[in-house]
């Protein structure tokens, strides 16, 4: 199942020391890296002019995604939307779909 999950980040974040910071967002990165590669991250993007990122999930289930993003060392410091998504009758198969069977 797909997943539409929009991350802003708090004032929390900002307010952290700035070597604290900067080792919790290399810590992100690597963990981040690693979803990505393992397939549960499966598209990125950031929203320009702020400092959230719009990210598409794969897992099983709501309880898996819960856990995946509980992963994220900077999980704490924002505020999450998530959205399940379905297919689109004009878009029916995933391209990681497509991609696989090439």
Request: charged residues 20%; aromatic residues 6%; glycine residues 6%.
């Amino acid at each position: 199942m797909d997943f539409l999950v929009r991350a802003t980040p708090t004032n929390g974040l900002l307010d952290l020391p700035g070597e604290e910071r900067d080792l919790l967002m290399a810590r992100e990165r690597e963990v981040a890296s690693a979803l990505i590669e393992a397939g549960p991250i499966t598209w990125m993007w950031r929203l320009p002019g702020t400092g959230t990122s719009v990210t598409i999930w794969n897992a099983e289930d709501v309880e898996t995604l819960e856990r995946h993003l509980g992963t994220l060392p900077v999980r704490p410091y924002n505020v999450l939307e998530i959205t399940a998504l379905a297919a689109h009758p004009a878009f029916p198969t995933p391209l990681r779909a497509i991609h696989a069977s090439a």
